[in-house]
């Protein structure tokens, strides 16, 4: 995959069809903590309500089309120093190297965009390997293992921890 199809931009309404397209599928969908989008009307009230007004969630774009987003929620008061990270891209393009362009080209912007930032941080379930991966190729460390930690679709699952300071070397893998 070309890296200069690969982009990062802040959410438009008008992007509400290729935002249903990834939303509403169940494989994309997962391991995230929202549900699925089902119809245009709950892609768009998502859209306005909760991506656009977001402080730090970009839209992965391949050739300025959506096709998933990254998500980086800094923490409030004395935990601003630190912000949490999420992703998720369309199925088919898994396995292509996007979604680790884009979260270095996240990493790369957010210490500068948000200058009280030295941490992120991700959490990422103990099934979810490639989510996993994309972090290891990025320059996250794995921290720990958080048993029973997070709650996602009915479930309390087990969670590693990963974390990226603003002093680590993003990888050149």
Same mark, same amino acid.
């Given at each position: 995959?070309? /890296? !200069?199809?690969?982009? !990062?931009?802040?959410?438009? &309404?008008?992007?509400?069809?290729?935002?249903?397209? @990834?939303?509403?599928?169940?494989? %994309?969908?997962?391991?995230?903590? @929202?549900?699925?989008?089902?119809?245009?009307? *709950?892609?768009?009230?998502?859209?306005?309500?909760?991506?656009? /007004?977001? /402080? @730090?969630?970009?839209?992965?774009?391949?050739?300025?089309?959506?096709?998933?987003?990254?998500?980086?929620?800094?923490?409030? #008061?004395?935990?601003?120093?630190?912000?949490?990270? =999420?992703?998720?891209?369309?199925?088919?393009? @898994? #396995?292509? =190297?996007? %979604?680790?362009?884009? &979260? +270095?080209?996240?990493?790369? +912007?957010?210490?500068? *965009?948000? /200058? *009280? &930032?030295?941490?992120?941080?991700?959490?990422?379930?103990?099934?979810? +390997?490639?989510?996993?991966?994309?972090?290891?190729?990025?320059?996250?460390?794995?921290?720990?293992? &958080?048993?029973?930690?997070?709650?996602?679709? =009915?479930?309390?699952?087990?969670?590693?921890?990963? =974390?990226?300071?603003?002093?680590?070397?993003?990888?050149?893998?």
């Amino acid at each position: 995959m070309d /890296p !200069l199809r690969i982009s !990062l931009r802040p959410f438009k &309404l008008s992007d509400v069809d290729d935002f249903l397209k @990834w939303a509403s599928d169940d494989r %994309v969908t997962r391991y995230l903590r @929202w549900n699925t989008i089902t119809s245009r009307e *709950e892609a768009l009230t998502y859209l306005e309500k909760v991506a656009i /007004p977001h /402080p @730090w969630r970009r839209s992965i774009c391949l050739d300025n089309r959506s096709i998933g987003y990254i998500s980086i929620r800094p923490g409030s #008061g004395d935990d601003r120093c630190r912000a949490r990270v =999420g992703y998720a891209v369309s199925s088919e393009y @898994w #396995g292509q =190297g996007i %979604v680790t362009a884009a &979260l +270095k080209m996240a990493v790369s +912007k957010v210490f500068d *965009e948000i /200058p *009280e &930032l030295v941490r992120l941080e991700a959490m990422v379930e103990l099934e979810n +390997k490639a989510s996993q991966r994309v972090l290891e190729k990025v320059g996250f460390l794995k921290e720990g293992l &958080l048993r029973k930690y997070g709650y996602c679709k =009915g479930e309390i699952r087990d969670m590693f921890v990963y =974390g990226f300071i603003s002093t680590d070397e993003i990888s050149s893998n």
